[in-house]
């Protein structure tokens, strides 16, 4: 795909692995909608890349569908959507007060996996309604946020590792069910990354953290996942695959 002039849709985009990527695709000449709960933050990152902001719950129905076509309004349809909008709260399947509560679970399973496949179906549904392009006919890609949790998760991330696993498990059925349409569908699992949330650890836990990675021996730079988007953007052998950005890290239970 040519980056340059498509309409983008970045979920999750006012910080973090989002920011870094409504940047990079930016750069590269397309026109951004950062979709969003912060929509104070995500106003600010639009005016520092001259794109568009929506406040958008993923997770909810009505939110996201008003945001889509906001943004569609706006600049069109959208023929790129990266999802990287989650959390990632840590909490022992039975911890030292019971059981985890369900609607502490649940809330993780909404955001991220339901808010994921939320908007997957309603920028695919926009995608094959465009006119193909270039020489295999593509009309759109949609790359996904999932972690490296979705195959070693952690002690106390039963409900982050059951939603990123859940998003691993969607890629290659989207991807084979969209095929005929001609949009691709990709997913990153990325390792540890220098997000916000990480970055506000005390430094000697960022360096521990840092040093557990095989190569190179340091977390994760945001804009290394935005790179990956755009590789996966103009690659268009790429399709229905999860691919690992984390250094051969291979995560310990605890």
């Not at 969003?36 to 929506?54: C, F, H």
């Not at 959507?81 to 649940?106: H, K, Q, S, T, Y």
């Not at 939603?163 to 390792?191: D, F, H, N, Y």
């Not at 935005?226 to 995560?251: F, H, K, Q, W, Y």
């Amino acid at each position: 795909m040519d980056i340059a002039n498509q309409a983008a849709l970045v979920t999750g985009g006012a910080s973090g692995l989002g920011a870094a990527t409504a940047r990079r695709l930016a750069a590269a000449g397309a026109n951004v909608a950062i979709l969003d709960r912060d929509a104070a933050q995500a106003k600010r990152m639009a005016g520092e890349i001259d794109g568009l902001a929506y406040a958008c719950d993923v997770a909810d129905a009505a939110s996201a569908e008003q945001a889509v076509a906001q943004a569609a309004a706006a600049q069109g349809p959208a023929r790129i959507l990266v999802n990287c909008a989650g959390i990632g709260p840590a909490a022992r399947i039975v911890g030292r007060e019971g059981p985890m509560p369900l609607a502490d679970f649940e809330a993780v399973i909404r955001i991220n996996l339901i808010g994921t496949f939320n908007l997957l179906r309603l920028a695919a549904a926009a995608m094959i309604a465009t006119e193909p392009q270039g020489p295999d006919g593509e009309r759109g890609v949609i790359i996904n946020t999932a972690s490296v949790a979705a195959y070693e998760g952690q002690i106390g991330q039963a409900a982050y590792a059951a939603s990123k696993g859940g998003i691993v498990a969607l890629t290659i059925q989207a991807a084979r069910e969209l095929a005929a349409r001609g949009v691709r569908v990709m997913t990153i699992a990325p390792g540890i990354m220098a997000t916000p949330m990480l970055l506000g650890l005390p430094e000697q836990v960022q360096q521990s953290l840092g040093d557990s990675v095989p190569f190179p021996k340091r977390l994760g730079h945001p804009q290394e996942y935005a790179d990956l988007v755009v590789s996966i953007l103009t690659n268009p052998l790429l399709n229905g695959e999860t691919i690992r950005l984390d250094g051969a890290l291979r995560m310990p239970p605890r």
